[in-house]
């Protein structure tokens, strides 16, 4: 398995719904934070868009990438066929291998069948452009639903980008998830989690927390993959708070520390 880094983890720091921060991280500071950590990939999610690069700016990061050795992954959010279709061609460009797209509740409400045959059209220019599709279990696309959509597809160009908390919004604890998803499994997001209640006793809330902080069992996780034959990106949810300052710096601790975690405990 090859760890790396997923454009998540600076949720903050590139910019996230209006928060944005004074001088946000770039696709390039990402290939930076990456080598200073020693991981070997970077995947860049739909907060960190590569398709609004140019093509010039693209070349650029490829070449920057390959220097360090680090290879690049891609992702966007919920189902686009022309978005897809975009993806590929900047996949292409940058030498990517896995395409992550994470479908959530508008995806729910299409027929199987016609999401199906949405993706199979896609599959040969991704092929061509040696690119799997990776489909990304997310908050509100229930897992079971999912396994259905991979047999309606039914070609080894597509998979699973397994996240392995995601899922809770879907009423599936996270080894359920991984029960349901891990024979599919090509692309893993791995990340730690707590419940804390509310002061008052008004039920809890769910938080991120550094790899090996909080309730997620990351050896079961990496027990069960099908293959060590994928990359491990590290994700994490650091909630919003009153001082986005700390919270941005608190994006490199974390990751500091789930890197350690990940070296030291999982053999990463």
């Known amino acids: 398995m090859v760890l790396g880094l997923g454009s998540y983890t600076f949720r903050w720091s590139i910019g996230h719904k209006g928060l944005n921060p004074p001088q946000p991280l770039s696709a390039s500071d990402l290939l930076d934070v990456a080598k200073a950590q020693d991981l070997a990939v970077v995947q860049y999610a739909d907060n960190c868009p590569l398709h609004l690069l140019s093509a010039d700016e693209l070349a650029s990061l490829k070449s920057k990438a390959d220097a360090f050795g680090i290879a690049i ?3 966007t959010q919920s189902f686009n066929a022309q978005e897809v279709e975009d993806y590929v061609a900047v996949g292409q460009s940058v030498g990517a291998k896995i395409l992550r797209v994470a479908l959530d509740g508008p ?17 040969p220019k991704a092929k061509d452009a040696g690119l799997r599709i990776a489909i990304e279990n997310h908050f ?11 047999d309606a597809i039914d070609d080894d160009g597509v998979g699973v980008c397994l996240d392995v908390a ?6 599936e604890w996270p080894m359920e998830t991984v029960s349901m998803l891990a024979t599919h499994t090509i692309n893993l997001h791995l990340k730690d989690y707590v419940i804390v ?3 008052y006793g008004v039920g809890f809330a769910i938080h991120g927390c550094p790899l090996g902080k909080g309730r997620t069992d990351c050896r079961a996780v990496l027990d069960a993959m099908p293959t060590q034959d994928m990359t491990v990106i590290m994700e994490h949810w650091l909630p ?6 700390r ?3 608190q994006e490199h601790d974390w990751l500091t520390q789930s890197v350690l975690y ?3 405990e999982l053999g990463l």
Do not use: H, W
């Open 262 to 264: 990940a070296r030291n």
């Open 247 to 249: 919270a941005r710096q």
């Open 107 to 123: 995806d729910a409400k299409t027929p199987i069948v016609d999401l199906a045959a949405a993706f199979q059209a896609l599959l």
């Open 166 to 171: 995601n899922s809770i919004c879907a009423g």
């Open 140 to 150: 509100n696309y229930p897992s079971p639903r999912l396994v259905q959509l991979l």
């Open 73 to 75: 992954e891609l992702g």
């Open 240 to 245: 919003r708070t009153d001082d986005m300052a």
């Open 197 to 199: 209640p509310d002061p």
